[in-house]
Every structure is written in C-alpha cells, then in structure tokens.
C-alpha cells in the first residue's frame, strides 16, 4: 500500500522550521497549505491531516482562522482523520464545540504530562512522560463526547473525539525550534524563566521527549486502518 497522503494545515507564522520538523517526523506523503496566507485544501480526498501549532489564538477574528475554521469542519464531518498540536489542539477543540480561553500564563520548557486513561495515540508511552511545552491558551472545556487522555497541573493536554486526536505539547520539536520559540518570548516572560527554560533544553531532556514521537507512528498507522472507511468528496 503507497504511504498515506497527509494535509499538513501549517497555522505557524515561522513556517519553515515548523515544516522541517512535522515533515521530519512524518512517514508519509505530506501536501503543506499555509494557512496563515489563506491556503487551505480544495478537496477532502487526503488519508488525514494536521493542524500545527502557531502564535495566533483560536478566538482571534482573523479571516484566514476562519476559514480554516469552516474547511476543518467539514473535512472532520467527511471523515478525514485529524492530529492536532498546540494551536490545531485548540482550534480541533473550538470547532468540535469544546471551550478554549487565555490562560494569562506561559507554560513552556520541558514539562510532564501525565495519561489518562488508555488511548491509542499514546500506546507504547509511559504513563507519565516529557514533553516540550509552549502556550498560553488552553483547551478548559473539551467537546462534547470527547474522551480526554491527557493532563498536567496546566490542564487537557490531549482529547479524542471520533477519528479526532489533538494534543497541547509539541511532540513535533526539536532542540533548535525549543531554543528559538524560548528566547522568541523575551517580554512576554521575565528574563530569568527564560535562562531557567533554556538551561533545561538539554540532550538529556530532548532524548526523554522523544517517546512522545511515537503518536506520530501511531497516529499514521490510525489513518491506515480506517482508510478503506474514509469518505473522499472532492
């Protein structure tokens, strides 16, 4: 079977690095949009898609969030399979009826996150486990019929919905996007919690976030199995 075909809906305003890391991880035949320019597909005839993290809030009224609003919508109403990350966790949340709102804080830098309850997206990850953070928006209210499967002290760090997973932490980064997104917040954090963030980017730390890696396999391996189920509407 060919490899899947995946709509990479890349919401980052620094879109490059953000494609370097989701094309890296990704083992598939991955078609980019940039959303923040407008672009979304003109078809829903893709395996899955996913919504990358960005600077932009879900609520902010931007028309081209509202447009991959309505396009994000539809394609989960056809059948598409989705993975969300930090921003496209909030916006799959948003759109599913969920709540998001200011957290009027940063959670960032290397954080545990713990599961809750077993969910397929995280199979062969640790019950508790490191991953790289970076918001201050959250998902308070996931949509109804969700199943929520991930948590810290900061809140919902991942839901399922139907053939919808999204999650908050940024499995996708490496230790260069981590160095560059931490010292992208001077003035929105002290100085002294960014040197505290960066002085904890280490190999050490970035080799135990790598286990999350493992929901991009096992998301792509999801969209394998529902394949011949998928609704295609051009």
Known sequence: MDRPRIALLNAAHEAASTSRNFRRELDAEVVEFNCPAGEVPETFSFDGCVVTGSRASVYWDEPWIGRLKEWVGEAVEAGVPFLGVCFGHQLLANVLGGRVESMGEYEIGYRTVHQDGENELLAGVGDDF????????????APPGATVFARNEYGIHGFRKGHVFAVQFHPEYDTTTAREVTEGKDGQISDERIRSVLAGITEENYTAACEAKRLFENFLAY??????????AD
């Open 223 to 232: 969209v394998e199995s529902v394949r011949p189920e998928q609704v295609r």
């Open 130 to 141: 490191t991953v790289f953070t970076t918001h201050s928006d959250h998902v308070v209210e």
